[in-house]
């Protein structure tokens, strides 16, 4: 190939890292062989690999003897082998690939498109991969989607409103295979930049001497890599250390780059918070353990990026009493203490997670439930994770729609699952599935909430407790298996709300037109076709003295329901519709709001009619119809 390349293509490599460098490796040659000769250049930088990937190398340089591989005899660490790809290369522009990661093609071509565009440095976007390298979701470094754009960082001000834009650590250049960059002008600065090797952020030391000067940053939203998950080594053999690792990385450059402890700083600090959130903290202080100094040590440095010196401490203080049975200082009370009090986090969460994993019975009677967090937490995010079927219950909430069948059986989904809870970040989550299935715990550990509610398992062995299961760990409260739902919301300090089913303005809409359309004006009976016992008998003249008493009427069900409707019905003539298996289950639910009240039914839909404020149809005293929300 020539030897002035626009684009070098550079991966750097290390022992263990086999498989994953032919894989890497491969997507280089193909995204190269796609150009015409003297384009694009590969280079492997080889740090200390074993013979077996030496072997491998010299396997694709007779095949391709443009290939270009460097490095070092023994193990240099990564910073070393990093810089060392700059060195190397040949290109205008070097992209360095993780060995774990894969280049997508056609994505050469849209780099060149920016660089010719006069682009200094370039950000792309990546397609997320289980540890097989099986795709999973598109995902990019800002708070929300941007697309394709250029940022011109010619002031401070544009720095700091750039890093204000940025939700993830990749979008401070802090994920190698995500940049691209002017060769030429990087190693300008390169003897600066040697003050960071052993730092493990070489990376991002480099990009932000880069960009102390004026830069033209061109930001691709286009994923343009495969980026493997799951394959952190360091966090899985040490997890205290990976996280000490992002904390005194950050902190170093910021003292190096913006010493001056002021705006730049703070939006530069901004993106390492955005990117752990407060679980970091959590996960700090679990991680430290036993071991004070170590404790001692992280929330030091968690205040030092800026996290909430109160949050920190008030994690500190809940974990040493729940954990170790340390006494609260002598001057608090202990009953209005940690994050065990549920009330104070529901009164103050701004983020909050409903998992409904129930029947419908169930997920009826914690309609009431729902109303209340509404009511108690009127400025809150209220994300409710339910099936499709309750979604149309459910106006006026974030809906997340979960196939649990799937959650279960499908790894993709299921992480892809949690890592939309992650994101969301609830401080406060409420199970409300009487059973506490696997799929709820894993969502409700996933999520981290300050303050989790759900009920016990309630099993029993050898005629005592269980010790506490794995699956409790998530939780701050555990309610009795048979509780009402209303006893989660007196634990909750959640006000009464008379408001507790709310059907989708379409299904409103349905309502209204059949009972405009059907209904003369005035009492308006319910009568439910499910239980088709419940119309004979009694039931049956209970429905004949409503109607002979100025009632009219409206036969609701589910598939199956016309016939048996239309048999009670039809001696009544006009004074009766039947709508039974014509109605969905969310425009049953606005009907019924408009019913005074409702006959017969199983216990289900008699449930349902509860919860929309329709009470039994009593044969005594005459019942005021309700009106159409």
């Known amino acids: 190939m020539g030897s002035s390349p626009r684009l070098s293509l550079c991966i750097p490599t290390a022992a263990g890292r086999t498989p994953f460098l032919k894989m890497a490796l491969t997507s280089a040659i193909q995204e190269a062989l796609a150009h015409p000769a003297g384009v694009v250049e590969v280079l492997v930088s080889d740090n200390g690999c074993p013979e077996p990937t030496k072997a491998m190398l010299r396997e694709f340089q007779v095949r391709y003897p443009w290939l270009r591989c460097t490095g070092f005899p023994a193990d240099q660490g990564f910073d070393p082998n990093y810089l060392n790809c700059f060195q190397q290369a040949t290109g205008d522009f070097v992209w360095v690939m993780g060995d774990d990661d894969m280049f997508m093609p056609g994505c050469v071509a849209k780099v060149l498109e920016a660089v010719n565009a006069g682009a200094d440095a370039i950000?792309?976007?990546?397609?997320?991969?289980d540890a097989q390298m099986q795709p999973l979701r598109p995902r990019g470094w800002f708070k929300e989607p941007?697309?394709?754009?250029?940022?011109?960082l010619n002031e401070r001000q544009d720095l700091i409103e750039y890093f204000h834009s940025l939700q993830y650590e990749a979008g401070a250049f802090g994920f190698i295979s995500a940049a691209i960059i002017?060769?030429?002008?990087?190693?300008?600065?390169?003897?600066?930049i040697r003050r960071g090797i052993s730092l493990g952020w070489i990376h991002v030391f480099g990009m932000m001497i880069f960009l102390s000067s004026p830069a033209s940053l061109h930001w691709i939203s286009q994923p343009l890599f495969l980026n493997r998950l799951d394959n952190d080594s360091f966090a899985v053999r040490d997890p205290y250390g990976r996280m000490l690792h992002d904390l005194n990385g950050w902190i170093w450059i910021a003292n190096a780059c913006f010493p001056k402890r002021d705006e730049l700083r703070d939006a530069f600090m901004g993106v390492l918070r955005r990117n752990h959130q407060d679980a970091l903290i959590r996960n700090l202080r679990v991680a430290s353990g036993t071991d004070s100094d170590r404790w001692i040590d992280a929330s030091s440095r968690l205040l030092e990026v800026g996290f909430d010196p109160v949050l920190v401490n008030a994690v500190n203080l809940c974990y040493e009493i729940i954990m170790f049975n340390v006494p609260p200082p002598s001057h608090l009370h202990p009953d209005g203490l940690c994050l065990a009090d549920l009330p104070m986090v529901a009164r103050g969460a701004r983020r909050t997670v409903v998992l409904a994993e129930t029947g419908l019975d169930d997920f009826l009677a914690a309609t009431a439930l729902l109303a209340r967090l509404r009511l108690g937490s009127r400025e809150a995010a209220i994300r409710v994770v339910c099936t499709q079927d309750q979604a149309p219950l459910l106006t006026g909430f974030e809906l997340t729609i979960l196939d649990w069948d799937a959650f279960r059986r499908d790894v993709a989904y299921r992480e892809a699952e949690l890592d939309r809870i992650r994101k969301f970040a609830p401080d406060l989550l409420v199970n409300l599935d009487r059973q506490r299935r696997v799929a709820g715990d894993i969502l409700a550990a996933a999520a981290g909430a300050a303050g989790a509610l759900g009920f016990d398992h309630g099993t029993k062995k050898n005629g005592g407790d269980v010790p506490p299961h794995q699956q409790d760990i998530p939780y701050r409260k555990l309610m009795p298996k048979d509780a009402p739902y209303q006893r989660l919301g007196e634990a909750l300090g959640l006000p009464p709300a008379d408001e507790s089913l709310w059907p989708d303005p379409a299904s409103q809409a349905q309502a209204r037109a059949v009972l405009g359309r059907a209904l003369k004006p005035g009492r308006t009976l319910a009568v439910l076709g499910d239980a088709p016992a419940a119309l004979a008998g009694a039931g049956a003249l209970a429905l004949d003295h409503a109607l002979r008493d100025g009632w009219t009427a409206i036969g609701l069900g589910g598939p199956g329901t016309q016939a048996v409707l239309g048999q009670a019905l039809a001696p009544f003539g006009a004074k009766a519709v039947n709508q039974g298996g014509s109605l969905p289950l969310a425009a049953m639910a606005a009907v019924l709001q408009s019913c005074g009240a409702f006959l017969g039914g199983s216990p289900t839909f008699q449930a349902?009619?509860?919860?929309?404020?329709?009470q039994p149809f009593d044969s005594g005293p005459s019942q005021p119809c309700g009106e159409m929300p």
């Open 182 to 192: 002017r060769r030429e002008r990087f190693l300008e600065n390169l003897t600066e």
């Open 608 to 614: 349902l009619a509860r919860a929309a404020g329709c």
């Open 123 to 129: 950000l792309v976007a990546a397609y997320e991969c």
């Open 146 to 152: 941007i697309p394709s754009k250029v940022w011109q």
